[in-house]
């Protein structure tokens, strides 16, 4: 945030809430720049970090679905 600041952006840091999530203490953090440009972009890949859609995430591809079981599964011995 130092870095951003520096090059002369309008920095916020806040808890961000996603869909689902009731534990209030153990939100991700979000970083809001603004004015949002091109520099930005090139100082993440500098500092490290990751944008929202950024298609060079790994978990943007969708998972891959596991084998399933076709049975239950027997835990003992049938006699």
Do not use: H, N
């Not at 943007?60 to 003992?76: G, H, I, M, S």
């Amino acid at each position: 945030m130092k870095a951003l600041e520096a090059e002369g952006y309008t920095v916020t840091a806040r808890a961000e809430g996603f869909a689902g999530e009731d534990d209030s203490e153990d939100r991700a953090w979000a970083v809001v720049v603004e004015p949002f440009d091109e520099r930005v972009v090139d100082m993440v890949d500098v500092y490290g970090g990751w944008l929202p859609g950024d298609p060079r995430r790994a978990d943007t591809a969708p998972p891959a679905v596991p084998d399933l079981p076709t049975a239950p599964k027997r835990l003992k011995r049938e006699q």
